[in-house]
């Protein structure tokens, strides 16, 4: 049997490539926003750069000022362009396997819900903290921009994709990864790393594996006799 070609492959790889891309279409924009931003960071001088990350981080006081367009905004910027790669890797393997496993809609609800959720309980930690000055005021304007809050909630669903047995290592070693910093010094970015975890494990009622359950569950013959018609009207029949 003779090999495919050089170019038979580089046509199937384009097909897979274009097939991937065309069933993740959030991913691969959001990831696409996410270069032309951090391309911007990093051409940008240090006073731009400086600007550009507080202007779009949602920090208190931009909650304060912009509330809305600061939740959406810091979503689509990473503090530092050379990490970008390592995004783009963690993109392929959790969003990109999350979204085409539940769909566009149910994945970027659960990222946005986690994202907006972490956000805003991370920032009311920071203002307890300044108010019990445990922490100084200058932090109402610290720097909190990033996609950290929805890959977390991301790799929680996941955990769910997974077959066992390879579901436990995975769900031990998600557990830690996060775990660890929040029980060793947690800063506000841990605690809304948790938060947006545990809203990912808690989405579970919308991946297809809840779906199918109940399917299953609702064919299920029933057992306490009330699938039973029992006897006919008049009686039984000779």
């Known amino acids: 049997m003779k ?3 050089p170019r038979a492959l580089a046509g199937r790889a384009r097909t897979w490539v274009w097939d991937w891309v065309r069933s993740t279409p959030g991913t691969h924009i959001w990831l696409l926003i996410i270069g032309i931003t951090s391309l911007v960071i990093a051409s940008a001088s240090e ?3 400086q600007f550009l990350l507080h202007r779009n981080s949602s920090n208190i006081h931009e909650l304060n000022e912009h509330p809305l367009t600061s939740l959406l905004i810091s979503g689509f910027w990473i503090e ?3 990490s970008f790669l390592l995004y783009a890797v963690m993109f392929e393997l959790v969003h990109a396997n999350v979204e085409r496993w539940m769909g566009s809609w149910r994945w970027l609800l659960t990222v946005g819900a986690a994202h907006v959720a972490a956000t ?3 920032q009311e930690l920071v203002l307890l903290a300044i108010e019990g000055h445990r922490l100084p005021r200058s932090m109402t304007h610290v720097v909190d921009i990033g996609v950290s ?13 997974l077959p066992p047995p390879w579901r436990y290592g995975y769900l031990v070693g998600v557990l830690v990864f996060f775990g660890v910093p929040l029980v060793t010094g947690a800063t506000f970015t841990d605690f809304g790393h948790a938060i947006a975890l545990s809203m990912g494990f808690a989405c579970w009622p919308l991946t297809p594996a809840a779906r199918v359950e109940e399917w299953e569950a609702d064919a299920a013959p029933r057992t306490d006799g009330a699938d039973d018609p029992g006897p006919p009207p008049g009686g039984p029949q000779e």
Do not use: N
């Open 120 to 122: 805003l309980a991370s």
């Open 80 to 82: 530092k362009p050379g």
């Open 149 to 161: 809050y929805g890959l977390a909630a991301a790799a929680g669903v996941l955990t769910y994709r």
């Open 3 to 5: 090999p495919p070609s």
């Open 47 to 49: 006073g731009l750069e």
